[in-house]
């Protein structure tokens, strides 16, 4: 496979994780952490390091697009100074943790966790229900907790963490509009963390592919970035003009093939 050609299908990759986090509010990495072990496959890549190239990968494309979402909505006002300090220090430390857990894993297990996660997704937007407001107050010891849960298991799959901290936020009274955005200020400390540790944790790692430091292929990264952040916004325009309950039913599905091939 020519670098061209792997270069333009990780282009592709960029503008369908971009336009379906646009559609669906999720987060790119849901769709950026499968459709690359598929591809790496494709590559010929080691299984023993395709899953956590995956997962790394998967967080330094976020460390970008997380950073334009949580810019535009700082801008905006929308971002909960307070509650984000307080997550802060727990979300570094979780995303560090969670990516020595997942170095410690097999490549195997890894996938097997992942599609569980990912089925559990797929039955959450499949049955419609979304986080439930409530109006706890929890301390800054709670927050911190919080924190390193989300960030743990958001840096364990790859993901911005925005599945896990929309509906806690949203549970401290949050409003959706503030959920989104402090989500999304959020999500930045664990792609980045969690991005950096991957380069350290698989630096020197045997059976690594051509382009890729530690846990990081670039060659992905750079395709992914060029183009996800444009599609997003093809995303939310089409989510104003197609049937949302069938959009979201029909990607719930993809979601449940998916984790089920990873479980298979």
């Given at each position: ?211 890729a430091t530690g846990y990081v292929m670039w060659p992905a990264f750079l395709g992914i970035v060029l183009t996800s952040v444009p599609f997003a916004r093809v995303g939310v325009r089409l989510a104003h ?24």
């Amino acid at each position: 496979m020519s670098a061209m050609t792997l270069l333009l299908g990780y282009l592709l990759l960029g503008s369908l994780a971009g336009t379906l986090a646009g559609l669906f509010g999720i987060g790119g990495g849901l769709i950026i952490v499968p459709a690359l072990v598929f591809a790496f496959d494709l590559q010929g890549v080691a299984s023993e390091v395709g899953m956590h190239l995956a997962v790394g990968t998967s967080l330094a494309t976020i460390v970008v697009t997380g950073a334009s979402s949580a810019w535009g909505h700082y801008r905006r006002g929308s971002i909960h100074r307070e509650w984000f300090l307080a997550l802060l220090p727990g979300l570094m430390l979780g995303a560090i943790g969670g990516v020595f857990v997942a170095g410690n894993l097999s490549g195997g297990l890894l996938g097997l966790l992942f599609g569980l996660f990912i089925l559990a997704v797929a039955l959450r937007m499949a049955l419609g229900r979304g986080p439930e407001p409530g109006e706890l107050q929890p301390g800054r010891a709670t927050m911190g907790v919080a924190g390193g849960v989300i960030g743990a298991i958001s840096a364990l799959f790859g993901i911005g963490g925005g599945t896990l901290s929309v509906p806690w936020l949203t549970r401290c009274g949050a409003t959706m509009t503030q959920a989104v955005g402090t989500s999304s200020a959020c999500g930045l400390p664990i792609a980045l963390f969690g991005a950096v540790t991957f380069v350290v944790v698989g630096w020197g790692v045997a059976n690594l592919p051509p382009g890729a430091t530690g846990y990081v292929m670039w060659p992905a990264f750079l395709g992914i970035v060029l183009t996800s952040v444009p599609f997003a916004r093809v995303g939310v325009r089409l989510a104003h003009f197609l049937p949302a309950r069938a959009l979201r039913l029909s990607f719930a599905g993809l979601l449940a093939l998916v984790g089920i091939k990873f479980l298979l």
